[in-house]
Protein backbone atom coordinates (compact mmCIF):
# COMPACT_ATOMS: atom_id res chain seq x y z
CA UNK A 1 0.00 0.00 0.00
CA UNK A 2 2.83 2.82 0.54
CA UNK A 3 4.25 2.76 -2.51
CA UNK A 4 0.61 3.60 -4.20
CA UNK A 5 0.25 5.81 -1.57
CA UNK A 6 3.44 7.52 -2.04
CA UNK A 7 2.63 7.34 -6.20
CA UNK A 8 -1.37 8.21 -5.46
CA UNK A 9 0.60 11.72 -3.49
CA UNK A 10 2.28 13.07 -5.81
CA UNK A 11 -0.30 13.06 -8.22
CA UNK A 12 -2.48 14.99 -5.90
CA UNK A 13 0.01 17.06 -5.28
CA UNK A 14 1.04 17.81 -8.69
CA UNK A 15 -2.91 18.54 -9.42
CA UNK A 16 -3.20 20.79 -6.53
CA UNK A 17 -0.40 23.30 -8.82
CA UNK A 18 -2.78 23.18 -11.34
CA UNK A 19 -6.15 23.83 -9.79
CA UNK A 20 -5.88 27.13 -9.55
CA UNK A 21 -8.85 29.64 -9.23
CA UNK A 22 -9.33 29.50 -13.05
CA UNK A 23 -10.67 26.22 -12.45
CA UNK A 24 -13.76 27.78 -11.01
CA UNK A 25 -16.59 27.78 -13.98
CA UNK A 26 -18.21 31.38 -15.40
CA UNK A 27 -21.82 31.74 -15.32
CA UNK A 28 -23.68 33.30 -18.37
CA UNK A 29 -27.55 33.69 -17.52
CA UNK A 30 -29.85 35.02 -20.38
CA UNK A 31 -33.92 35.84 -19.56
CA UNK A 32 -35.97 36.47 -22.15
CA UNK A 33 -38.19 39.93 -21.69
CA UNK A 34 -39.66 40.24 -24.75
CA UNK A 35 -39.96 38.36 -28.09
CA UNK A 36 -36.36 40.02 -29.16
CA UNK A 37 -34.94 41.44 -25.70
CA UNK A 38 -32.85 39.53 -22.88
CA UNK A 39 -31.36 40.50 -19.85
CA UNK A 40 -27.71 39.23 -19.65
CA UNK A 41 -26.15 38.47 -16.36
CA UNK A 42 -22.14 37.24 -17.33
CA UNK A 43 -20.25 35.95 -13.87
CA UNK A 44 -16.62 35.79 -14.84
CA UNK A 45 -13.93 34.15 -11.85
CA UNK A 46 -10.82 36.80 -11.21
CA UNK A 47 -7.41 36.81 -10.83
CA UNK A 48 -6.91 38.70 -8.37
CA UNK A 49 -8.74 42.25 -7.00
CA UNK A 50 -8.82 43.75 -10.36
CA UNK A 51 -8.27 41.09 -13.30
CA UNK A 52 -10.82 38.63 -14.98
CA UNK A 53 -10.21 36.07 -17.24
CA UNK A 54 -10.60 37.02 -20.78
CA UNK A 55 -13.96 35.85 -22.00
CA UNK A 56 -16.17 37.35 -23.38
CA UNK A 57 -19.46 37.00 -24.53
CA UNK A 58 -20.41 36.74 -28.53
CA UNK A 59 -23.79 36.66 -29.55
CA UNK A 60 -25.43 35.72 -33.34
CA UNK A 61 -25.60 38.22 -35.99
CA UNK A 62 -28.49 41.19 -35.37
CA UNK A 63 -27.87 41.23 -31.74
CA UNK A 64 -27.60 45.02 -30.23
CA UNK A 65 -27.00 46.13 -26.59
CA UNK A 66 -29.95 47.74 -25.47
CA UNK A 67 -28.72 49.13 -22.48
CA UNK A 68 -24.95 49.64 -21.21
CA UNK A 69 -23.01 47.50 -19.13
CA UNK A 70 -22.83 47.83 -15.51
CA UNK A 71 -20.17 46.08 -14.25
CA UNK A 72 -18.48 45.40 -10.68
CA UNK A 73 -15.74 42.65 -8.97
CA UNK A 74 -17.21 41.34 -6.15
CA UNK A 75 -15.84 37.82 -3.97
CA UNK A 76 -13.45 36.95 -6.08
CA UNK A 77 -15.48 37.33 -9.38
CA UNK A 78 -16.15 39.91 -12.66
CA UNK A 79 -20.03 40.30 -12.89
CA UNK A 80 -21.60 42.06 -15.66
CA UNK A 81 -25.18 43.16 -16.71
CA UNK A 82 -26.77 44.68 -19.68
CA UNK A 83 -29.61 44.15 -22.07
CA UNK A 84 -29.46 42.80 -25.77
CA UNK A 85 -32.10 43.02 -28.35
CA UNK A 86 -32.68 40.81 -31.79
CA UNK A 87 -34.86 41.13 -33.55
CA UNK A 88 -35.93 37.60 -34.64
CA UNK A 89 -35.15 36.56 -31.07
CA UNK A 90 -31.70 34.38 -30.16
CA UNK A 91 -33.53 31.00 -31.28
CA UNK A 92 -31.57 28.67 -34.11
CA UNK A 93 -28.86 31.47 -33.18
CA UNK A 94 -25.20 30.58 -31.73
CA UNK A 95 -24.11 32.28 -28.52
CA UNK A 96 -19.93 31.89 -28.52
CA UNK A 97 -17.75 32.43 -25.12
CA UNK A 98 -14.74 34.02 -27.07
CA UNK A 99 -11.56 32.78 -25.38
CA UNK A 100 -12.62 29.97 -23.38
CA UNK A 101 -10.57 27.50 -25.80
CA UNK A 102 -7.43 29.29 -24.35
CA UNK A 103 -8.21 28.53 -20.60
CA UNK A 104 -8.78 26.08 -18.41
CA UNK A 105 -12.33 26.45 -17.07
CA UNK A 106 -15.78 25.79 -18.28
CA UNK A 107 -18.94 27.97 -18.78
CA UNK A 108 -22.44 27.23 -16.94
CA UNK A 109 -25.11 28.63 -19.41
CA UNK A 110 -28.61 28.85 -18.31
CA UNK A 111 -31.61 31.07 -20.85
CA UNK A 112 -35.06 31.44 -19.23
CA UNK A 113 -37.61 32.30 -22.25
CA UNK A 114 -40.80 33.93 -21.83
CA UNK A 115 -43.06 30.82 -21.38
CA UNK A 116 -40.68 30.06 -18.44
CA UNK A 117 -39.44 27.05 -19.99
CA UNK A 118 -35.39 27.13 -19.29
CA UNK A 119 -32.13 25.59 -21.56
CA UNK A 120 -29.03 24.57 -19.36
CA UNK A 121 -26.01 24.17 -21.08
CA UNK A 122 -22.04 23.74 -20.15
CA UNK A 123 -19.68 24.98 -22.33
CA UNK A 124 -15.88 23.64 -22.22
CA UNK A 125 -12.84 24.95 -24.02
CA UNK A 126 -13.02 22.31 -26.72
CA UNK A 127 -16.67 23.36 -27.25
CA UNK A 128 -17.26 26.84 -26.36
CA UNK A 129 -20.31 27.92 -28.13
CA UNK A 130 -24.06 26.77 -28.09
CA UNK A 131 -27.07 26.99 -30.25
CA UNK A 132 -30.18 28.39 -28.90
CA UNK A 133 -33.10 25.97 -29.15
CA UNK A 134 -36.93 26.69 -29.55
CA UNK A 135 -37.51 23.70 -26.54
CA UNK A 136 -35.63 22.68 -23.71
CA UNK A 137 -34.08 19.07 -23.67
CA UNK A 138 -35.38 16.82 -20.08
CA UNK A 139 -31.83 15.72 -19.36
CA UNK A 140 -29.93 18.87 -20.00
CA UNK A 141 -29.90 19.82 -16.33
CA UNK A 142 -29.24 16.68 -15.25
CA UNK A 143 -26.57 16.18 -17.97
CA UNK A 144 -25.00 19.51 -17.06
CA UNK A 145 -24.67 19.63 -12.89
CA UNK A 146 -23.87 15.94 -12.85
CA UNK A 147 -20.56 16.58 -14.75
CA UNK A 148 -19.95 19.69 -12.76
CA UNK A 149 -20.30 17.49 -9.14
CA UNK A 150 -17.69 14.93 -10.99
CA UNK A 151 -15.41 17.68 -12.19
CA UNK A 152 -16.13 19.67 -8.79
CA UNK A 153 -14.97 16.54 -6.68
CA UNK A 154 -12.16 15.46 -8.84
CA UNK A 155 -10.36 19.06 -9.16
CA UNK A 156 -11.38 19.61 -5.16
CA UNK A 157 -7.68 18.09 -3.61
CA UNK A 158 -8.25 18.95 -0.13
CA UNK A 159 -11.88 17.13 -0.23
CA UNK A 160 -9.93 14.22 -1.67
CA UNK A 161 -6.57 14.16 0.56
CA UNK A 162 -9.12 13.91 3.25
CA UNK A 163 -10.60 10.69 1.34
CA UNK A 164 -7.33 9.37 1.03
CA UNK A 165 -6.52 9.69 4.52
CA UNK A 166 -9.43 8.08 5.81
CA UNK A 167 -8.46 5.08 3.20
CA UNK A 168 -5.17 4.32 5.11
CA UNK A 169 -7.03 4.60 8.71
CA UNK A 170 -9.41 2.34 7.58
CA UNK A 171 -7.33 0.27 5.25
CA UNK A 172 -10.43 -1.29 3.40
CA UNK A 173 -12.59 -3.82 4.37
CA UNK A 174 -16.10 -3.45 5.77
CA UNK A 175 -14.67 -0.46 7.95
CA UNK A 176 -14.13 1.27 4.83
CA UNK A 177 -17.62 0.97 3.60
CA UNK A 178 -19.30 2.43 6.56
CA UNK A 179 -16.96 5.21 6.78
CA UNK A 180 -17.32 6.13 2.94
CA UNK A 181 -21.41 5.78 4.17
CA UNK A 182 -21.59 8.14 7.13
CA UNK A 183 -18.99 10.88 4.71
CA UNK A 184 -21.60 10.61 2.13
CA UNK A 185 -24.15 11.23 4.68
CA UNK A 186 -23.01 13.95 6.21
CA UNK A 187 -21.94 16.15 3.64
CA UNK A 188 -25.19 15.66 2.21
CA UNK A 189 -27.08 16.74 4.78
CA UNK A 190 -24.56 20.15 4.70
CA UNK A 191 -25.02 20.57 1.16
CA UNK A 192 -28.37 20.41 1.18
CA UNK A 193 -29.21 22.65 3.78
CA UNK A 194 -26.31 25.27 2.53
CA UNK A 195 -27.73 25.38 -1.38
CA UNK A 196 -31.45 25.61 0.21
CA UNK A 197 -30.45 28.62 2.47
CA UNK A 198 -31.06 26.99 5.68
CA UNK A 199 -27.32 27.25 6.77
CA UNK A 200 -24.98 29.84 5.89
CA UNK A 201 -21.49 29.90 6.89
CA UNK A 202 -18.80 32.33 5.07
CA UNK A 203 -16.57 30.47 2.41
CA UNK A 204 -13.20 31.09 4.47
CA UNK A 205 -13.82 29.88 7.66
CA UNK A 206 -15.04 26.53 6.16
CA UNK A 207 -12.43 26.38 3.83
CA UNK A 208 -9.90 26.37 6.80
CA UNK A 209 -11.49 23.61 8.61
CA UNK A 210 -11.75 21.21 5.55
CA UNK A 211 -7.52 21.95 6.04
CA UNK A 212 -7.72 21.31 9.37
CA UNK A 213 -10.29 18.13 9.48
CA UNK A 214 -7.02 16.63 7.08
CA UNK A 215 -4.49 17.75 9.33
CA UNK A 216 -6.44 15.36 12.07
CA UNK A 217 -6.61 12.47 9.98
CA UNK A 218 -3.04 12.50 9.24
CA UNK A 219 -1.94 12.87 13.12
CA UNK A 220 -4.41 9.97 13.65
CA UNK A 221 -2.78 7.69 11.25
CA UNK A 222 0.77 8.13 12.70
CA UNK A 223 -0.86 7.64 16.30
CA UNK A 224 -2.10 4.73 14.61
CA UNK A 225 1.20 3.72 12.83
CA UNK A 226 2.72 4.15 16.11
CA UNK A 227 0.61 1.49 17.94
CA UNK A 228 -2.21 3.39 19.59
CA UNK A 229 -5.75 2.77 19.39
CA UNK A 230 -7.18 5.64 19.16
CA UNK A 231 -11.32 6.63 19.21
CA UNK A 232 -10.28 7.50 15.48
CA UNK A 233 -9.16 4.15 14.40
CA UNK A 234 -12.48 2.41 16.30
CA UNK A 235 -14.62 4.63 15.30
CA UNK A 236 -13.96 6.23 11.98
CA UNK A 237 -16.94 6.45 10.37
CA UNK A 238 -18.14 8.58 13.73
CA UNK A 239 -15.17 10.70 12.60
CA UNK A 240 -16.17 10.99 8.67
CA UNK A 241 -19.29 12.08 9.62
CA UNK A 242 -18.62 15.12 12.03
CA UNK A 243 -15.87 16.12 9.41
CA UNK A 244 -17.92 15.29 6.47
CA UNK A 245 -20.43 17.93 7.82
CA UNK A 246 -17.95 20.95 6.97
CA UNK A 247 -17.27 19.09 3.98
CA UNK A 248 -20.79 19.56 2.74
CA UNK A 249 -20.35 23.51 3.20
CA UNK A 250 -17.60 23.36 1.16
CA UNK A 251 -19.43 21.31 -1.35
CA UNK A 252 -22.33 23.50 -1.31
CA UNK A 253 -19.36 26.47 -1.78
CA UNK A 254 -18.53 25.11 -5.01
CA UNK A 255 -22.13 24.91 -6.38
CA UNK A 256 -22.75 28.89 -5.47
CA UNK A 257 -19.77 29.70 -7.18
CA UNK A 258 -21.26 28.06 -10.24
CA UNK A 259 -24.28 30.13 -10.02
CA UNK A 260 -27.13 27.53 -9.30
CA UNK A 261 -30.27 29.36 -10.30
CA UNK A 262 -32.86 29.34 -7.64
CA UNK A 263 -35.55 27.80 -10.34
CA UNK A 264 -33.01 25.34 -10.44
CA UNK A 265 -31.73 24.59 -6.69
CA UNK A 266 -34.23 20.79 -6.69
CA UNK A 267 -32.82 19.16 -9.53
CA UNK A 268 -29.51 20.77 -9.96
CA UNK A 269 -28.92 19.76 -6.32
CA UNK A 270 -30.00 16.01 -6.88
CA UNK A 271 -27.76 15.67 -9.96
CA UNK A 272 -24.67 17.85 -8.54
CA UNK A 273 -24.95 15.07 -5.55
CA UNK A 274 -24.74 12.34 -7.55
CA UNK A 275 -22.29 13.70 -9.26
CA UNK A 276 -19.94 14.26 -6.16
CA UNK A 277 -20.41 10.75 -5.10
CA UNK A 278 -19.79 9.29 -8.55
CA UNK A 279 -16.52 11.50 -8.41
CA UNK A 280 -15.75 9.94 -4.93
CA UNK A 281 -16.58 6.26 -5.81
CA UNK A 282 -14.26 6.83 -8.92
CA UNK A 283 -11.10 8.23 -6.56
CA UNK A 284 -11.87 5.13 -4.36
CA UNK A 285 -11.86 2.83 -7.23
CA UNK A 286 -8.78 3.69 -8.38
CA UNK A 287 -6.92 4.17 -5.31
CA UNK A 288 -7.81 0.59 -4.21
CA UNK A 289 -7.05 -0.37 -7.95
CA UNK A 290 -3.26 1.05 -7.53
CA UNK A 291 -2.83 -0.37 -3.99
CA UNK A 292 -3.79 -3.81 -5.80
CA UNK A 293 -1.44 -3.19 -8.46
CA UNK A 294 1.49 -2.54 -6.35
CA UNK A 295 1.26 -4.63 -3.99
CA UNK A 296 1.88 -6.93 -6.48
CA UNK A 297 5.46 -5.53 -7.72
CA UNK A 298 8.35 -7.50 -6.75
CA UNK A 299 10.09 -4.49 -5.59
CA UNK A 300 10.17 -4.14 -2.01
CA UNK A 301 9.26 -0.17 -0.76
CA UNK A 302 11.92 1.68 1.35
CA UNK A 303 11.06 1.37 5.67
CA UNK A 304 10.50 5.33 5.41
CA UNK A 305 7.68 5.14 2.98
CA UNK A 306 5.53 3.80 5.73
CA UNK A 307 5.48 6.91 7.35
CA UNK A 308 5.96 9.41 4.19
CA UNK A 309 2.04 9.14 3.30
CA UNK A 310 1.12 11.06 6.67
CA UNK A 311 3.66 13.45 6.70
CA UNK A 312 2.91 14.59 3.18
CA UNK A 313 -0.67 14.84 4.17
CA UNK A 314 -1.06 16.33 7.05
CA UNK A 315 2.33 19.04 5.82
CA UNK A 316 -0.13 19.86 2.88
CA UNK A 317 -2.95 20.62 4.97
CA UNK A 318 -1.25 22.62 7.36
CA UNK A 319 0.14 24.88 4.76
CA UNK A 320 -3.49 25.34 3.64
CA UNK A 321 -4.86 25.74 7.02
CA UNK A 322 -2.32 28.59 7.68
CA UNK A 323 -2.91 29.72 4.39
CA UNK A 324 -6.22 29.93 4.34
CA UNK A 325 -6.35 31.33 7.83
CA UNK A 326 -4.51 34.53 7.34
CA UNK A 327 -6.81 34.85 4.17
CA UNK A 328 -9.68 35.96 6.46
CA UNK A 329 -7.98 36.84 9.53
CA UNK A 330 -5.59 39.01 8.28
CA UNK A 331 -6.62 42.93 7.24
Excluded at 227 to 246: C, H, I, K, Q, Y
Aim: glycine share 8%.
Amino acid sequence: MNRALLTILVWLVTAASVAAHEMRPAYLELKQTSESTYSVLWKVPGRGEDLRLALDVVFPDGTTNASEHRAVMQGGAFTERWTIRREVGLDGGTVRIAGLSETMTDVLVRLERLDGTTQVSRLLPTSPSFIVEPAPRALDVAATYTALGVEHILQGVDHLLFVLGLLILTRGGWKLVKTVTAFTISHSLTLTAATLGWVHVPPPPVEACIALSIMFVAAEILRVRQGEATFTSRNPWLVAFVFGLMHGLGFAGGLSEAGLPESHIPVALLFFSMGVETGHFLFIGAVLAAWWLLRRSPIAPPRWADIVPSYAIGGIAAFWFLDRTISFVAP
